[in-house]
T-cell receptor
Framework: AQKITQTQPGMFVQEKEAVTLDCTYDTSDQSYGLFWYKQPSSGEMIFLIYQGSYDEQNATEGRYSLNFQKARKSANLVISASQLGDSAMYFCAMRAMNTGFQKLVFGTGTRLLVSP | DTAVSQTPKYLVTQMGNDKSIKCEQNLGHDTMYWYKQDSKKFLKIMFSYNNKELIINETVPNRFSPKSPDKAHLNLHINSLELGDSAVYFC??????????FGQGTRLTVV
């Protein structure tokens, strides 16, 4: 079974600063993927970034980067140069990759508020 | 062109009614899902279909019945709606183990 833990219910950051959203996971699978999604107040789920368990480099997508520490089982999302539009709920998720058709398991989310 | 579209966006209905939510994806994905997001924003898988075949059915009451007429469509029918069914329901699709793309969600309110 997989489990995702997001311990920060809410985070505040000032515009243009960087912020780290924490995510730890637990799994017995050797091959897995880690994902981050953004959910703005409008409600849609937006895929941000993906990290495979065998990827040696940390994933980056524009202002988003994933700080992957396999030994610590953590997959923190770093948002650089925060913008007002980054205010949203952020969900960490994981999926086993050793067999097909595995479900995405989500954490409880972190609400990020970016202030001017 | 919306990649994953679900209708309706809002659904308000009385207890005991039967309702359906439709979902279509134009991404050519072979796996589709239904997720439920509760009032605390927690997202939980309900069903997953691969090539029209049910592959995941997480302890969901029998009142919920998914139907996949083809690879691009996965509908959700709910019988005898209860107050506790009020939530946001998301349809999603993916290729096997890649990221899932979500629809805009259907906010179901049972009164």
């Amino acid at each position: 079974a997989q489990k995702i833990t997001q311990t920060q219910p809410g985070m505040f950051v000032q515009e243009k600063e960087a912020v780290t959203l924490d995510c730890t996971y637990d799994t017995s699978d050797q091959s897995y993927g880690l994902f981050w999604y953004k959910q703005p107040s409008s409600g849609e789920m937006i895929f941000l970034i993906y990290q495979g368990s065998y990827d040696e480099q940390n994933a980056t997508e524009g202002r988003y980067s994933l700080n992957f520490q396999k030994a610590r089982k953590s997959a923190n999302l770093v948002i650089s140069a925060s913008q007002l539009g980054d205010s949203a709920m952020y969900f960490c998720a994981m999926r086993a990759m050793n067999t097909g058709f595995q479900k995405l398991v989500f954490g409880t989310g972190t609400r990020l508020l970016v202030s001017p | 062109d919306t990649a994953v579209s679900q209708t309706p966006k809002y659904l308000v209905t009385q207890m005991g009614n039967d309702k359906s939510i439709k979902c279509e994806q134009n991404l050519g994905h072979d796996t589709m899902y239904w997720y439920k997001q509760d009032s605390k924003k927690f997202l939980k898988i309900m069903f997953s279909y691969n090539n029209k075949e049910l592959i995941i059915n997480e302890t969901v009451p029998n009142r919920f019945s998914p139907k996949s007429p083809d690879k691009a469509h996965l509908n959700l029918h709910i019988n005898s709606l209860e107050l506790g069914d009020s939530a946001v329901y998301f349809c999603a699709s993916s290729r096997d183990t890649t990221e899932a793309f979500f629809g805009q969600g259907t906010r179901l309110t049972v009164v």
